[in-house]
């Protein structure tokens, strides 16, 4: 029976030890519950690390740690103590962090953290690798395991492997800063599919792929080699249900079941009608944007005085990475700032700000939540931010306001919240005001709408989402429905070719025959090229026709002594065996002088971009421009010669970036079927590179055997990888058939 295998950084367990027994308590966060279905199925298990480096764990808990991991269904990642320093606190939370938060003068890249970061995800992966099993999927989280789809990938091309990134992905001018760039994207795109908080982090990692891979996206779609990725934006819910069945039971709570805080904040609450809560939690991060909120309440009590000794800012922050020095200047100037503020404005009954930092225990967090008129939710920079989602869930009365920074992933979904931008304290200020007097009505309007978004898409449903789409990725995984060549089609060929009465050869020259070069005019054949069409024509039932682009004075220089056929020009001129060269078409090309000055504008006004003119073509190719100004050109480019060429019979093709235009009468299937019908061939062998190719691929008889070099969508029946490929496919042909 196939399984799902969910692999992050920790395990969902908390393991702590008690002199030689140790304790285990299951994880209630956010990701443990959603992920409790996909884990509970069949034989899900959990892959991650305990939470115990190997120098914590000895010889006389070793064993009962291994056996709670497996009673929980998991299994472990050894770490060492170093492993975790340079991994996790180093390049995770000093590198990776700040980067993908837009804290880029946080980012302390080392190389040595870089290659512990490496091996960590070898260790992750190496624990997958040897758990899945066929048919299973892998669901890798977050930003902590990036290289790890790729090292299983590599290892298991045929097990589906999901992600899911918690955190933002920068913009593309962000991440181009990176030194290992390349790697990261390289490994998160081992997996099949991907999945992002919102759309703007999927467009900006599409971004990233164009520009730093030069990978072909379609509709969210890449192109990677033989495969298909998928990337999609799957916002993360929360427990809605929990939240708010906990605060009912609160709610109903008589008085002597109320916890410590909650009296003490009823007491607080009880000193008048006009007293206000506002409240945030959060990890005492740079990301959550801390000092500013608490400058602009400074601000707020300075410009509406009349709510002094009547508001109350409620702040817990939640002590996080505490070895690292920003986190250690963050805590002193949270400190300094509440103290100031505190100092400033307090009178002998009241102090504006409360300030926590420790955890709380569920059930306080929710005390906090239910008793809180506003919620004061500022990151600068957030992937999601399930506070804000929490708070919403509690307000069983559909009272309370949310005020929430722009820059949070949720707010995206939030927009019946007071949407704010944490850099700009007057409007902070005023959203706060705006909140604290906002009527009743009002607050139930909007609660209303955001509570009915979140109960729906809880993080239940997200889990579930994400697997239904990796499920659909199984189905669209590969770029091309073309079979890979192998020996035994190549056998089955070699048969057919071997015995038929007369077979038509038709090569491609430029990447099929010869590889490309800088210069094309010296893309001449070689000697050992020579050798293997010589013998390939020897056999008295194979002719040979070399299918070019090229111009007829280019195949004559090459090929004229030789008595193949020759196809030049994409098929506007042929020349059969030994016999004189012959235009299949009269051609106009007068309006290459009409269209080349349009081509001309669009050059301008691309950079990267240029025009090839051949004899009876012209081509607007965008390869090494920017992917995505090119793209958008290329659409414009088309609208405005779609209205040159109507009414005549020229045609645009869309190749691979490239843009051609042609007359519409001569392709190289045309020319190719024109071969056919003046001899008698019985079989039919055809191979190219090229997007031009495809009307061979097309045109010629279905039974033909069409061959695409490289990976990409094809009309062809088969692919093979390269042109070194194809030199091993003709020799092989030559010497034994
Ligand atoms: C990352 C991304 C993304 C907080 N204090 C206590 C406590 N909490 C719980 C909250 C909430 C969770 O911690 C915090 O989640 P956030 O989403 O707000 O933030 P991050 O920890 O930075 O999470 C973030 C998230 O991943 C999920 O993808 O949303 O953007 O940065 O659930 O309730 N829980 C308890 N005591 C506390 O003192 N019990």
Not at 418 to 447: W, Y
Request: charged share 30%; with cysteine; hydrophobic share 35%.
């Amino acid at each position: 029976m196939s399984k799902t295998i969910i692999v992050s950084n920790r395990l969902p367990l908390q393991i702590s030890r008690e002199g030689s027994e140790i304790e285990v308590k299951q994880s209630v966060g956010g990701l443990a519950t959603g992920m409790k279905s996909v884990h509970q199925d069949g034989n899900g298990i959990w892959i991650g690390w305990s939470g115990l480096t190997d120098e914590e764990i000895d010889v006389e808990i070793e064993s009962q740690v291994d056996e709670a991991i497996k009673k929980a269904k998991c299994e472990q990642v050894r770490l060492m103590q170093e492993d975790v320093d340079k991994y996790y606190l180093g390049f995770s939370n000093r590198v990776l962090w700040p980067l993908f938060h837009y804290f880029l003068e946080f980012t302390e890249f080392d190389h040595y953290s870089w290659q512990v970061y490496e091996s960590v995800n070898r260790k992750f992966a190496d624990v997958i690798i040897d758990q899945v099993e066929e048919g299973d999927m892998v669901w890798v989280h977050d930003y902590q395991l990036l290289l790890v789809p790729g090292m299983v990938k590599e290892a298991r091309p045929d097990i589906t492997i999901g992600f899911f990134l918690h955190i933002p992905f920068p913009s593309y001018e962000i991440f181009r800063t990176f030194p290992k760039r390349r790697e990261l994207l390289e490994g998160m795109l081992g997996a099949d599919l991907l999945g992002f908080h919102t759309y703007d982090y999927e467009r900006h990692f599409l971004s990233s792929v164009k520009r730093i891979l030069r990978k072909d996206v379609n509709f969210s779609k890449i192109t990677y080699g033989e495969r298909l990725i998928k990337v999609d934006s799957f916002p993360m819910g929360i427990d809605y249900d929990k939240f708010y069945n906990t605060a009912k039971e609160h709610q109903e709570q008589k008085e002597k079941e109320k916890s410590e805080l909650q009296r003490r904040l009823d007491t607080h609450l009880g000193t008048g009608d006009d007293i206000k809560m506002v409240l945030s939690i959060d990890r005492l991060d740079y990301t959550k944007g801390i000092p500013n909120r608490i400058r602009a309440f400074e601000y707020f009590l300075e410009k509406y005085p009349q709510y002094n000794e009547k508001i109350r800012l409620i702040m817990l922050a939640v002590p996080s990475r505490t070895s690292v020095p920003q986190y250690q200047r963050l805590k002193s100037e949270t400190d300094e700032l509440v103290g100031r503020i505190n100092g400033k404005f307090s009178t002998v009954s009241w102090t504006p700000i409360w300030y926590f930092y420790r955890t709380m225990p569920f059930d306080n967090l929710i005390d906090l939540y239910t008793s809180s008129d506003v919620a004061f939710i500022t990151p600068v920079r957030d992937g999601m931010n399930l506070v804000a989602k929490e708070y919403v869930a509690t307000r069983t009365k559909r009272d309370g306001v949310l005020i929430l920074s722009e820059m949070a992933g949720a707010a995206n979904e939030m927009n019946e919240a007071l949407l704010i931008n944490p850099n700009n304290f007057e409007q902070m200020a005023d959203s706060l005001k705006q909140a604290l007097e906002m009527p009743l009505e009002e607050q139930t309007q909007r609660m209303k709408h955001l509570q009915k978004r979140l109960s729906r898409y809880n993080v239940e449903k997200w889990g579930k989402e994400f697997m239904k789409a990796l499920v659909e990725t199984r189905n669209i995984a590969k770029v091309t429905q073309a079979e890979r060549m192998n020996d035994a089609i190549m056998d089955k060929m070699m048969k057919k070719i071997g015995s038929s009465k007369k077979t038509l050869m038709l090569l491609d020259h430029d990447g099929t025959l010869v590889g490309f070069t800088d210069q094309p005019q010296y893309a001449s054949p070689d000697k050992a090229l020579y050798e293997i069409l010589d013998k390939l024509q020897s056999h008295d039932n194979l002719d040979i026709a070399i299918v070019s682009g090229r111009s007829k004075d280019d195949l004559e220089k090459w090929y004229g002594e030789k008595n193949y056929h020759l196809i030049s020009d994409h098929g506007v001129w042929m020349k059969r065996g030994n016999e004189d060269w012959q235009m299949m078409e009269q051609l106009d090309t007068d309006w290459i002088n009409e269209i080349h000055p349009v081509l001309e504008t669009f050059v301008d006004r691309t950079p990267g971009t240029f025009i090839e003119q051949k004899n009876y073509s012209l081509a607007w190719h965008y390869r090494n421009a920017d992917p995505e100004m090119a793209q958008q050109r290329a659409i414009e480019l088309n609208t405005v010669l779609t209205s040159f060429i109507s009414n005549t019979d020229l045609s645009i093709i869309e190749g691979n970036k490239v843009l051609q235009i042609k007359s519409s009468k001569v392709n190289k299937g045309r020319a190719g079927n024109s071969l056919l019908g003046q001899m008698d061939y019985d079989e039919v062998f055809a191979i190219g590179d090229d997007w031009t190719d495809e009307f061979m691929f097309e045109e010629l008889p279905k039974d033909s055997f069409t061959i695409k070099v490289g990976i990409r969508k094809t009309k062809a029946r088969y692919f093979i990888k390269d042109q070194q490929q194809v030199r091993q496919l003709l020799r092989r042909f030559a010497n034994e058939l």
